[in-house]
Each structure stands twice: as structure tokens, then as C-alpha cells.
């Protein structure tokens, strides 16, 4: 669909050029959004198009420094990969995220000020169920990544982001970060709201918008965040019609273990995997960081997929390598987009499933698990493994709470579910970035290796607290009167 783009004043604009590109436009310059067709074709821009998983993924163990020598080295995976902040506002940085987070609110507060305007509101409903769903998702990974981990019955009065809900109408207006417990309302709100509105009928490609399974799968998870387990159940549930979620996952023992090297670069970011629910086009070099220094390694490709796990089998994922020791499972496939037809330079993209029905159900997996239906859990957690083992057999590849306890030598059922979820994520989703999200939530430590010329390596750890953990946010938000997280 054909996009719209509105020369908005967000949060997002931090450079000076970005700042008198706006000021060249007077607002009776603007584009009138006054139709259906507008509406929709200016929430294609209402997503983030910008890209989390470079520093979320080097922030977390998901990485590991290969050794100097392996040459190639790109900032902005370096500097998270040492917890260092990142200055820049460059491609898959923060300041990066940040901006194009604030850019897709501040299409949604666009669109939905227009259908406000509307003299008929009817036919405008699908797109506003998809605003507010698109605004609340921004709003979430903002919180997520810039402030502290919501505690269920904690105290979550500590500062969160700005929740913007209209259109940017002034240079450099004033903000609050409220709380995290307020963002969270406010990202509730929204949802609970927009969740009833949506139509997959209202869209082309469903998948390139917030269609109903997609909506119900970013639900699971900022109730999995929140730590309330009968929502999460509840949405994760209504991904898959009927629970036939062994149908729609990630074909790793099938389809893809068939897969050659193209193929798979190709098939992984496409529209028709059935796996896949919500896809964002992002400006990004992530897809070219696959022989860098820090990253997926020798060590972690032993570890995540060259051993048995708690199934007692090893994971059937094709793992590829550009010379050892640089391991790649050929997830993203870049884009490049030429400034001109006749150009040769122009800009990388990556598009990226931010949902998946694998993430449903392996969140509904946790959620049985916290409130203590272990049977279900379990459930769950062999339909996950049955498309990602070897001519799986229920009988001796079965997972059982008596085998999940010698594993990881525990009798608490609970915390043997969580962990044997918890290592489940860490391999699928590497690479992914998501492993980021549950050191947050669990207040995981994160180690380190540091490879010396010689060989010889130490270890850096980042601590369950550590403030780091909190990336931070550009520093000319100072401007509108929002504080930086501390140091």
C-alpha cells in the first residue's frame, strides 16, 4: 500500500536537519487526511521503522566475542555488547529506536485525530482498532527498553516514557516520563480498546498490519510483562483457532531442515509463513553483522545446538557458518534500497516478524506454568518441541516433569518449567533479539567474554540491578524536559 507521509514534529527529531525539514513545511502545507483511504494507507507509517535487535541482542548472552581474529567490527553492536551508551543516531542504535517509535505514535495520533474529525466514524473503525493497537506497541517497547521491568505488587513508580496521544503541534514541547505503572495503564487502555476493532478484511496483506492473531499475540505478551497469567492464556489462546498451534509454528524439522542456504534467507521474513503474525519493515544493517567480532559464536553453537537438551535430543535448526567462527541460522535476508533508479548507493532493510505464534505459545506455556498447570505447560512445551526435533516421538521425546527435574537437578515443578522455557526461547529466538526481554523480566545477570590477543579472556558481568540495563535515551529529549535514566 502506498504510504503516506506527514511532515510530523515528534519526539522522534533529534538532529537539527530533521528539526528544519519541519519548520520549511507551515501547517496548511500538510496533506489532509480526510478519507478512509488516507487513514489507511498513513498507518502503513505507523509502525517503527527502525530496528531493536542489534543492541538488544549484544546486550544480552546471546553474543559472545569471538576472538580478535575475527576482524569485523560495527559500533553499534560494540558498544552494547560492553553496556557502554550508544551516542549515536544511526541505524539499529537506541536513539534510532527511539525516534522511530515517536515518528510511528505520531502517525497514529494522526490518523486516529482524523477519524475523530469524521462525520461518519463507521467505516474508519478497523483503522482506529489498528492506531491504538500500533500506538500501544510503540509505547510498550519504549518502556520495555528505556525504562525498569514492570514488578506484579512491586513498587512501578519508577520513570517510564513520555505516552503521547496527539499530534505534535510545536517544536520542542514539554514531556513527562510519567511512571512505568502509568505507561502501563495507559498501554492497556489502548489495547483493550483497539483489540475489538480490528479487521483482517480491512487490509491487503494482513501481515504487514495489526491483524486480529497479531494483536492477540502483542496482548500475551504485555501481559506476560505485567505478570498477568490468565490474559496472557487467555490471548495467547485466541492466536490459534481451534489450539492448532503445531500447524502454525516454525517448521524447523520439516520444511526448513529441507531448506537450502537461498531458500532460507528467502522463506524465514515472508509473509506466508504461517508462523509469522505481525512483519515491520526496518531500516537496518542487522543482516550484515554475521561475521562480526561479537555475536553468534562457536561456543553459543555448541551450547544451543550441539548438544542434548532437556528432550534429550539436540535441536534440529540448520545452523550455517561464514567460516568458524561466525554462526548464523540465515534469518534475515537485507533489502537494499537504491536512493535513485540509476544510484549506486542507497539504504539496508531488514524485515523483521515482531510476533510469531511460536512466541504465543511458548508465553502461554509460562503462563500455565506460574499459575501451576503444569499438565498444560507441558503440553505446550511438546508441541514446541515437536517442530524442532528429529522425527520427534511423544513417547521418548516426550517432555515430563520427572525429566525436566533431573535435567536441572530441581523439585520445584515451577522452576523447572521456567527454566526448561526459558533455554527453549534463548535458542529459538537468538539472533532475534528476544533473549533481551526475559533477562529483563527474570533480572537475569548477563556475562561477558572478552578475548585477549594472546587468547587468554576474562569475564564482564552485568548484574540482575544494574542500571545499564536501562539503555538511554537520546540526550536532546532534555529539550522538552525529560530526564535521562541514570548512570
Known amino acids: 500500500m502506498k ?17 528544519k525539514k519541519f519548520l520549511e513545511h507551515s501547517p496548511d502545507q500538510r496533506t489532509q487526511i480526510n478519507s478512509v483511504d488516507k487513514v489507511a494507507q498513513l498507518l502503513t507509517s505507523a509502525y517503527p521503522e527502525a530496528n531493536y535487535i542489534a543492541f538488544a541482542e549484544a546486550a544480552s548472552d546471546n553474543m559472545e566475542d569471538k576472538g580478535p581474529q575475527v576482524i569485523n567490527t560495527e559500533r553499534f553492536v560494540t558498544l552494547p555488547y560492553f553496556w557502554q551508551d550508544n551516542p549515536d543516531n544511526t541505524q539499529d542504535t537506541p536513539t534510532d529506536y527511539w525516534n522511530g517509535s515517536y515518528t510511528a505514535i505520531a502517525a497514529a495520533n494522526e490518523a486516529l485525530s482524523a477519524i475523530e474529525k469524521a462525520t461518519d466514524k463507521t467505516a474508519y473503525q478497523p483503522y482506529k482498532g489498528e492506531a491504538l ?19 506484579a505488587g512491586g ?10 496521544t496527539t499530534p505534535e503541534k510545536v517544536v520542542n514541547g514539554q514531556y513527562t516520563r510519567g511512571t512505568v505503572a502509568s505507561v502501563y495503564d495507559q498501554i492497556e487502555k489502548d489495547l483493550i480498546e483497539g483489540l ?3 479487521k483482517n478484511s480491512a487490509y491487503g496483506i494482513p501481515k ?9 499475540a502483542f496482548a500475551a505478551r504485555f501481559y506476560l510483562f505485567k505478570q498477568d497469567y490468565p490474559k496472557v492464556i487467555e490471548h495467547a489462546s485466541a492466536v490459534s483457532s481451534g489450539n492448532s498451534f503445531a500447524g502454525i509454528l516454525r517448521p524447523w524439522s520439516t520444511r526448513y531442515k529441507n531448506y537450502s542456504a537461498a531458500e532460507m534467507y528467502t522463506n524465514f521474513t515472508m509473509a506466508t509463513e504461517p508462523s509469522t503474525l505481525l512483519l515491520i519493515e526496518t531500516a537496518s544493517s542487522w543482516a550484515r553483522t554475521r561475521t562480526n567480532r561479537y555475536g553468534f559464536g562457536q561456543t553459543l553453537n555448541n551450547a544451543l545446538f550441539g548438544i542434548p537438551n532437556v528432550t534429550g535430543k539436540a535441536w534440529v535448526h540448520s545452523v550455517y557458518n561464514y567460516s568458524v567462527p561466525n554462526y548464523t ?8 534500497v537504491k536512493t535513485s533508479q540509476n544510484a549506486t548507493i542507497g539504504d539496508p532493510y531488514t524485515i523483521v516478524p515482531v510476533l510469531t505464534a511460536d512466541e504465543a505459545l511458548i ?14 505447560a507441558i503440553q505446550d512445551l511438546n508441541t514446541f518441541a515437536s517442530t524442532r526435533l528429529a522425527n520427534y516421538n511423544a513417547v521418548s521425546d516426550g517432555l515430563t516433569l520427572a525429566r525436566i527435574a533431573t535435567y536441572y537437578g530441581t523439585t520445584d515443578a515451577k522452576q523447572g518449567l521456567i527454566n526448561t522455557i526459558l533455554d527453549f526461547k534463548k535458542a529459538e529466538f537468538i539472533m532475534e533479539g528476544m533473549r533481551w526481554f526475559d533477562v529483563l523480566r527474570y533480572k537475569l545477570p548477563v556475562k561477558h567474554n572478552v578475548v585477549a590477543a594472546n587468547g587468554s579472556f576474562t569475564t564482564i558481568e552485568l548484574k540482575a540491578d544494574d542500571p545499564r540495563k536501562l539503555f538511554q535515551l537520546p540526550s536532546q529529549v532534555t529539550l522538552s524536559g525529560i530526564a535521562l535514566n541514570p548512570r
Open 3 to 19: 504510504k503516506i507521509y506527514i511532515p510530523f514534529l515528534a519526539l522522534a527529531l533529534v538532529s537539527s536537519g530533521g528539526c
Open 133 to 151: 493497537l500500533a500506538r500501544a506497541y510503540a509505547h510498550f517497547m519504549l518502556v520495555t527498553l528505556f525504562s525498569k521491568a514492570y514488578t
Open 155 to 164: 513498587d512501578n513508580t519508577s520513570p517510564g516514557i513520555p505516552y503521547v
Open 196 to 198: 475489538p476493532l480490528i
Open 208 to 216: 504487514y498490519h495489526f491483524n486480529i492473531a497479531a494483536a492477540h
Open 329 to 336: 541460522l540465515l534469518k534475515w535476508n537485507e533489502y537494499f
Open 363 to 376: 508465553n502461554r506455556a509460562e503462563a500455565y506454568a506460574a499459575t501451576g498447570q503444569n499438565a498444560l
